[in-house]
């Protein structure tokens, strides 16, 4: 079965721009979580959505949000880019926590 | 706040038995969970623990123990393609999924 996909795999956009990014799910797997992942900071967690609703939040400012649609796509905003929004974003998508998390392979972003 | 210790980067030789230790301050949380990264690749799924005790799957093994606030992953029979990055995490009590920074694993031949 297909993975997870997320589009684009790079992304270079200038400071003070606004980005979108987007992931679609294993089939069949309703939760949609998303993680900031740098060198010094390691995987941080953005938000995780569950059925069109966000279920929490991590502590990123709000100009990080997203959003999931009802075919389980999802999609993540970073608005007013700035130098150390640059990182590589991943998405993930789980059936149950048991089952663990399966992450696309991500969107390697770099503001300039 | 809440967090998840682990050590930053550990050595070991090929064929040899290598634990990585997870010790985590949270107030608590839903189960442990370990990830393997490969350099440029994504995290992958290897084990989770709901409960206390051990969780078995081939070469690789799972502790927990949530009244020393403690786990461990525990891989065996060392191999040069388990040079990676390894990640524990939790959901706390605020349903938040929390990572550890990662240990880098170094293997030897």
């Known amino acids: 079965k297909a993975g997870v996909t997320q589009t684009p795999r790079y992304l270079i956009k200038t400071r003070g721009q606004q980005v979108t990014l987007s992931c679609s799910p294993i089939s069949g797997h309703r939760s949609v979580s998303w993680y900031q992942q740098t060198p010094g900071q390691g995987l941080q967690f953005l938000f995780e959505?569950?059925?069109?609703?966000?279920?929490n939040k991590g502590n990123f400012p709000g100009r990080f949000s997203g959003r999931q649609f009802s075919n389980s796509r999802s999609e993540m905003n970073v608005s007013t880019l700035e130098l150390g929004d640059s990182a590589l974003y991943l998405c993930a998508s789980s059936l149950s926590e048991g089952d663990g998390y399966t992450f696309g392979s991500g969107t390697r972003l770099t503001v300039v | 706040g809440q967090s998840l210790e682990q050590p930053s980067e550990v050595t070991a030789v090929e064929g040899a038995i290598v634990q990585i230790n997870c010790t985590y301050q949270t107030s608590g949380f839903y189960g442990l969970s370990w990830y393997q990264q490969h350099d440029g690749g994504a995290p992958t799924f290897l084990s989770y623990n709901a409960l206390d005790g051990l969780e078995e799957t081939g070469r690789f093994s799972s502790f927990l123990s949530r009244s020393d606030s403690y786990g461990y992953l525990l891989l065996q029979e060392l191999q040069m393609k388990d040079s990676a990055s390894y990640f524990c995490a939790v959901r706390d009590q605020d349903d938040k999924i929390i990572f550890g920074k990662g240990t880098r694993l170094h293997i030897l031949p």
């Open positions: 959505y569950f059925s069109e609703t966000q279920r």
